[in-house]
C-alpha cells in the first residue's frame, strides 16, 4: 500500500520519544530516586521509561489493609492512572508526591503525543 516509508519514519519517532524521555527521567532523578507506587496499567509506561516500582496497586479501590501495606512501604512518589484513578488516597495518607499519567492518546494526538507528555508529567512530578 506504499505505507511502509511512513511507518520507518514513525518507528524512529517513537523509539526516539523512548529514549529522550527515559534519559531526561533519569536526569531529573539524579541522586535518591524516588520510591514509587504505581497504577498496574501504568506499570509498562514506567518501567519503559527506566523506572523500577517499588509496588503496584489497582486496578480497583484500595481495602484499608492494601492501604497500609502500601503506605508501610514509605512510598514518596505515586503514579496513577488518569483514566482509572485509585491513588490520590495512597499519596494523601503518604505524603507522596502524585502524578497521573494517561494510557491512550485524546483525540488528535498519536501514541508519540502520548509519550512525550507522560515523560512531562513524571518530570514535574519527580521535581516538584
Do not use: C
Not at 519503559?48 to 508501610?72: I, M, T
Amino acid at each position: 500500500f506504499g505505507t511502509s516509508p511512513s511507518a520507518q519514519a514513525y518507528l524512529i519517532d517513537f523509539r526516539s520519544a523512548w529514549h529522550a524521555g527515559r534519559q531526561s527521567l533519569a536526569g531529573a532523578m539524579a541522586g535518591q530516586p524516588p520510591r514509587v507506587a504505581v497504577h498496574r496499567f501504568m506499570q509498562p509506561w514506567v518501567e519503559l521509561l527506566g523506572v523500577k516500582p517499588a509496588a503496584v496497586y489497582g486496578p480497583g479501590a484500595l481495602s484499608p489493609s492494601e492501604l497500609a501495606r502500601l503506605k508501610a512501604l514509605d512510598v514518596t512518589f505515586v503514579v496513577d492512572n488518569a483514566h482509572d484513578p485509585q491513588g490520590a488516597v495512597l499519596a494523601e495518607v503518604s505524603g507522596a508526591r502524585y502524578v497521573k499519567l494517561v494510557n491512550f492518546p485524546a483525540t488528535g494526538e498519536g501514541l508519540t503525543d502520548v509519550v512525550r507528555a507522560n515523560v512531562k508529567r513524571l518530570i514535574a512530578g519527580v521535581t516538584r
